[in-house]
């Protein structure tokens, strides 16, 4: 099966500071990925859609200067968290399309943030 | 505006047991009806999916239930396990074209031995 690793799995820092993270396909190209928030027992929410070469589509509320996305290559997209802040502390997941138009999404392990 | 509304919250059964996850959506667009299981401190990942041009879905223990008109859609988990319990979101989207998936809110199961 499809294969999606996010790394860090978990990162603490000091409010402030800036955290990347990273979310790979490790067997497939992935010209779609997107980034989930998820709070403690409470549901995924869409951050922004990063597609493969173009700027990423952020959703409603969500602070594009604050979170940096880049999908430099078909296997990789970051998300940057810029001066971090404790009401940044969550889980953050992505996932990624393959490609085969049926919907499918792979997610990654997710990386558990933590700001001080 | 939560497009896709899932109950119950939470859900306790006996080991063997065959719990219900409902969930219902606003958007007639969506085509795609997956549900993901997510266990603490994991990323959620595929159970099973539907597509709206049929009713019903088996994948080993787990069925997935279609009510196009009344646009709703459950999760039945036969003869559960121990091993079940986990966080189950159901989730939609417009299936082609490289769309986000919307999920519902989550229904915490604990399957008790």
């Known amino acids: 099966g499809a294969v999606v690793s996010q790394h860090p799995s978990w990162v603490i820092c000091k409010s402030g500071t800036s955290v990347k993270i990273e979310c790979r396909s490790l067997d497939f190209q992935a010209t779609t990925m997107f980034w989930y928030r998820q709070f403690p027992k409470q549901s995924l929410m869409l951050m922004a859609t990063?597609?493969?070469?173009?700027?990423?589509?952020?959703e409603q509320g969500v602070e594009k200067d604050k979170f940096l996305i880049n999908h430099a290559s078909l296997t990789l997209s970051t998300l940057t968290v810029t001066s971090a802040h404790p009401e940044d502390s969550s889980f953050y997941i992505c996932s990624a399309d393959r490609g085969f138009n049926t919907g499918e999404l792979f997610f990654g392990e997710g990386s558990r943030l933590t700001v001080l | 505006q939560q497009q896709v509304k899932q109950s119950p919250q939470s859900l306790i059964v006996q080991k063997g047991g065959i719990p219900i996850i409902n969930c219902a959506y606003e958007n007639t667009a969506f085509d795609y009806f997956p549900w993901y299981q997510q266990f603490p401190g994991k990323g959620p990942a595929l159970l099973i999916a539907?597509?709206?041009?049929?009713s019903e879905k088996k994948e080993g223990r787990f069925t997935i239930s279609f009510n196009k008109s009344a646009k709703q859609f459950s999760l039945h988990i036969m003869d559960s396990q121990p091993g079940d319990s986990a966080t189950y979101f159901c989730?939609?989207?417009?299936?082609?074209?490289?769309?986000?998936?919307?999920f519902g809110s989550g229904t915490r199961l604990q399957v008790q031995p």
């Open positions: 989730a939609a989207s417009i299936g082609s074209g490289r769309r986000a998936l919307t």
């Open positions: 990063s597609n493969e070469g173009s700027k990423a589509t952020y």
């Open positions: 539907i597509r709206p041009d049929v």
